[in-house]
């Protein structure tokens, strides 16, 4: 157990909709990741906020969104769902700063249908 | 471009052989580097790390890593295989920059005979 959590752990949803998956860093983790894992394009890393500020962007779509708040935990919203945004979306955290270790969560399976 | 490749996308082996999965990294400086492992249906757990000195890393679970700047790869090895090594390894690299995200391999799936 790496101590990241991240709800829900499966998402159904149609094309077309909106939703929001959550990540609570480990205790005292100041950094939150978000990757994409899907068979197509693999492990990708999509956003990073450090301490509620947005850090580093890499290949997010302008449909998705993050944010983190006061109490470190992170929310990613995808709207306007298309078939190709199913995936596991994983959440990281990290110490912050220089610290180079991320540890995971389990992930976020997203089927559109 | 920054990249990183996994040339083997399967690997099998037998329970109690030796192992090595490679890992090229394509960058203009030496990166941070890391090897993860996901076991199905499970997150990416780090299994070592290497960020300077000692050119040969240890892992948990008896696996290390030796960077070769020279060949700018940083192959995983293990000595014996159990059974429960059987997962899809994950190099990545962090570029030293300020947002420390990790690009990931296209991954290698081990898979054991027994």
């Known amino acids: 157990d790496s101590g990241v959590t991240q709800t829900p752990k499966h998402l159904i949803t149609a094309t077309g909709q909106r939703v929001t998956l959550r990540c609570s860093p480990r205790?005292?983790?100041?950094?939150v990741y978000w990757y994409q894992q899907s068979l197509d394009q693999g492990l990708q890393f999509l956003i990073q906020?450090?301490?509620?500020?947005?850090?580093a962007k890499g290949n997010i779509l302008e449909r998705f969104s993050a944010q983190q708040f006061p109490d470190l935990h992170s929310e990613l919203n995808l709207s306007s769902l298309e078939l190709g945004d199913s995936a596991l979306y994983f959440c990281a955290s990290s110490v912050g700063g220089s610290d180079y270790e991320q540890y995971f969560g389990p992930g976020t399976r997203l089927t559109v249908t | 471009a920054q990249s990183v490749t996994q040339p083997d996308i399967h690997i099998t082996v037998s329970e109690g052989a030796s192992l090595e999965l490679r890992c090229n990294y394509s960058y203009g400086a030496t990166p941070y580097l890391f090897w993860y492992v996901q076991s199905p249906g499970q997150g990416l757990q780090l299994l070592l790390k290497y960020f300077s000195g000692d050119t040969l890393v240890q892992g948990i679970k008896g696996f290390e890593a030796e960077f070769k700047r020279s060949q700018s790869s940083f192959n995983l090895r293990k000595p014996s295989v159990h059974w429960s090594d059987a997962a899809e390894y994950f190099c990545?690299?962090?570029?030293?920059?300020?947002?420390?995200?990790?690009?990931f391999g296209s991954g290698t799936r081990l898979l054991v005979r027994p």
């Open positions: 906020y450090y301490n509620g500020e947005e850090r």
């Open positions: 990545a690299v962090s570029p030293m920059d300020s947002s420390y995200k990790l690009i």
């Open positions: 205790s005292g983790d100041l950094s």
